[in-house]
């Protein structure tokens, strides 16, 4: 079998719908073929993308790497075709919520300044590399460890850990709270881009339970609305206040890493500028 690029992108709708025959409608294609578009890159790459049932599709760990890699295939694919690009080529620059933290508009403006012939565009994706493995941007701002291969990481800052609590709840009149202090909470994650989990405490001190949402405005929500309290990066106090939540030091968290990163292969050619003007901004040159 010669893989095509229909072949990727039906792999894509089937990894995003989550079933065959939304795929299919997806693509305005039947049922069948869809499967024996499967079938023919699994048998093609010698290992099994999905394991499916009648009304239920999961991808294996092969698949989502595989997804991965599709979708940064397509989005190169597009992006070469995309006449308006031709140009000038801009520096897609991706974070899942916060940013530069405080350097986030120094950054803006010192870039625009000195690269003006290169646009600096800042993309926000709910994302555990915001958007860099499968292609979408060139480089991102990432907190927390990232073990994601093919990408090289730069650790520019760090930044103290904050909790959010409810701004009506007991704790929002704490100057300053401890992990303890939230144990008896329900702990707002957000698995696909944030960094905490309940490894996080202690085994013997966990939290009594949790819940999951998908993404940053999902956790403010969550937390506003008293449905538990969260844990962050600092840089969140001030890059997403919110009227119902409250965000207080958290004294013993272990502080979160602040990264640059960008892929191995074929990096934008002014990545080698940002990560520069970044280590000047975060005092690490």
Partial sequence: MNIE?????????????????????????????????????????????ADRSTHHLELTPEGRAFRDKAAAAVAAFDEALDASRLQRRPLRLGHSWSAFGPYTTPLLRRWQHEHPDTPLELLRIDDRTAGLARGEVDAAVLRGQVNTPGLVTELLFTEPRVAAITSDGPLAARARLTL????????????????????????????????????????????????????????????????????????DAPVVPVLLAWRVTAPHPAVGALAELARELSGQR
């Fill in 180 to 251: 303890a202090d939230l144990t008896a909470e329900t702990i707002v994650l957000n698995p696909v881009s944030g960094t905490t989990t309940p490894d996080l405490w202690p085994p013997h001190a966990r939290p009594a339970s949790t819940m999951t949402v998908g993404n940053t405005d999902d956790w403010l929500t969550a937390i506003a609305a008293g449905r538990g309290a969260g844990v962050s990066s600092a840089s969140t106090a001030s890059m997403h206040p919110h009227p119902g939540v409250t965000y207080r030091p958290l004294t």
């Fill in 5 to 49: 690029l229909r072949h990727l992108r039906c792999f894509l709708a089937i990894a995003e719908e989550r079933s065959l025959t939304r795929a299919a409608t997806a693509l305005h294609l039947t049922q069948p073929a869809v499967s024996r578009t499967l079938a023919a890159l699994e048998r093609h790459l010698g290992v099994r993308l």
